[in-house]
C-alpha cells in the first residue's frame, strides 16, 4: 500500500502490528486488504521504530469496511496490558488504579506523541484527559486509548462492573458508533467537546489492582524514565522542546515565562499561542511536569516536603500543598506515608 506522507506526529510501530494482529484474530485477509509486501515490511523494522500517526489511521481506515465494529474499539478490547511492554507492566505492578493512571499518563508519550493523557481528581471525580501535542486531531485514536483504559482498568481492578463517563472532541457520530461507545463505557457520552476524557467515581482511584509484582515497580520506572529522556532529547514536538528547557530549570525551582521563551527562540506571545495551539497554557504545562517530577521525589525521604515545594517552584508550603491535593486527593505527608508502607521507593531515580 502507498505511505501516507510524513508527518511530526507518530505512533509505536506496535499500533501497526496490534491492528494487524487484531484483524487476523476476526478471519480478515490482511495480506489481501494491505499487500503482503508491505507487511513484510513493517515485520522487518525494528521494534522500537514510530510511524507517521497518518499511516495507522489509513490502515484503520482501509479495514472499517471489511469489519464488523467500530476498528478502534475493537483494537482496545483485543489488546491486553502486557502488549504494551514496560508500560502496560508497570501498570500491573501499581499498588491500585489511582497508581496505574498516573504510570500511563507519565510514560504515555513512549506509545505516540500525538496526545499527552494528564490524570488528575476534579471535584468527586477521577479524570483522564486526552490534550493534543500539535493540531492533528485523531478521533480513532482517541476512541482507541479511551477505550483501552477503559478495558484495562476494569482487568486490573478485577471489576467488571466499572462504568466511566466519556467525553469525544469528535461530533456525535452515525447511532451504529454511538452505541457502540455506550456499550464500551458504560456512562454518560459527551461529544464536541473540548477534550477527549475518561470519567469515573473518585473512589475508582483506590481500586486494588492485584495483577503482577509490586516489587517491580520501580525497577520499571526507572527504564521507563530512560526511555522518555531518549524520546524527548529527539522529538520534534514544539511542547516537548520546551519542556527540555523546563526540565533543569524545574529542578532547582527557577522558572520563568520570560526566560523560557527566550531560550526557545520565541517571543512570550508565540510560546503562548504555540501552547494553546497544543490545548494547553504554560501553567498548565508546568503544572503537569511539577505532577510528574512529584511523583519521584516522593520515593526519596532524604527530600523533606519542605524541600520539594522549593524545588518544584511553588512560593509557599500552602499552594504546594493545594496543588498537590489537588492532584492526588491526598495530601503531601499522607501519600509519603502510603508510598513507604508499601515499600515503595525509587530513591535511584528521584535526583
Excluded at 502486557?82 to 500511563?104: Q, V, Y
Excluded at 476494569?154 to 455506550?182: Q, V
Excluded at 529542578?251 to 501552547?275: K, P, Y
Excluded at 520539594?308 to 498537590?324: E, I, K
Amino acid at each position: 500500500m502507498p505511505l501516507p506522507q510524513a508527518s511530526l506526529c507518530t505512533v509505536h510501530l506496535g499500533y501497526l502490528l496490534m491492528l494487524i494482529d487484531c484483524l487476523k484474530q476476526d478471519g480478515i485477509d490482511v495480506d489481501g486488504l494491505f499487500g503482503s509486501d508491505y507487511l513484510q515490511t513493517l515485520s522487518a523494522l525494528d521494534p522500537n521504530t514510530r510511524r507517521p500517526i497518518e499511516e495507522w489511521e489509513a490502515l484503520v481506515e482501509q479495514a472499517q469496511p471489511r469489519s464488523e465494529r467500530d476498528v478502534a474499539l475493537r483494537m482496545a478490547e483485543f489488546v491486553k496490558p502486557w502488549d504494551t511492554g514496560p508500560i502496560g507492566f508497570i501498570t500491573m505492578a501499581s499498588h491500585n488504579l489511582r497508581e496505574a493512571a498516573e504510570a500511563l499518563a507519565q510514560f504515555y508519550n513512549l506509545l505516540n506523541d500525538v496526545y499527552t493523557l494528564d490524570a488528575e481528581l476534579v471535584g468527586e471525580r477521577f479524570e483522564i484527559a486526552m490534550r493534543p501535542l500539535s493540531a492533528h486531531i485523531s478521533p480513532s485514536l482517541e476512541r482507541l486509548t479511551l477505550a483501552t483504559i477503559c478495558w484495562h482498568a476494569r482487568w486490573l481492578s478485577r471489576r467488571a462492573d466499572l462504568h466511566f463517563d466519556a467525553t469525544f472532541t469528535f461530533d456525535m457520530p452515525a447511532p451504529s458508533l454511538t452505541a457502540a461507545l455506550e456499550k464500551t463505557f458504560g456512562g454518560t457520552l459527551t461529544f464536541n467537546a473540548p477534550r477527549s476524557c475518561l470519567l469515573g467515581p473518585a473512589e475508582y482511584e483506590t481500586l486494588p489492582v492485584s495483577r503482577g509484582d509490586h516489587g517491580v515497580q520501580e525497577t520499571l520506572r526507572a527504564q521507563l524514565m530512560a526511555e522518555m529522556a531518549s524520546l524527548q532529547d529527539t522529538s520534534t514536538s514544539f511542547v516537548h522542546k520546551v519542556e527540555r528547557i523546563i526540565k533543569p530549570r524545574l529542578e532547582t525551582g527557577e522558572v520563568n515565562l520570560d526566560d523560557i521563551a527566550m531560550e526557545a527562540g520565541v517571543s512570550v506571545r508565540t510560546l503562548q499561542t504555540r501552547l494553546e495551539e497544543s490545548g494547553l497554557n504554560f501553567r498548565a504545562l508546568l503544572d503537569r511536569m511539577r505532577h510528574a517530577q512529584v511523583l519521584l521525589y516522593m520515593g526519596d525521604v532524604d527530600i523533606s516536603l519542605i524541600d520539594m515545594a522549593h524545588m518544584l517552584g511553588f512560593a509557599t508550603q500552602s499552594s504546594f500543598h493545594h496543588a498537590f491535593k489537588r492532584w492526588t486527593g491526598m495530601t503531601p505527608g499522607q501519600y509519603r506515608k502510603q508510598r513507604l508502607r508499601a515499600g515503595i521507593s525509587n530513591r535511584a531515580t528521584a535526583r
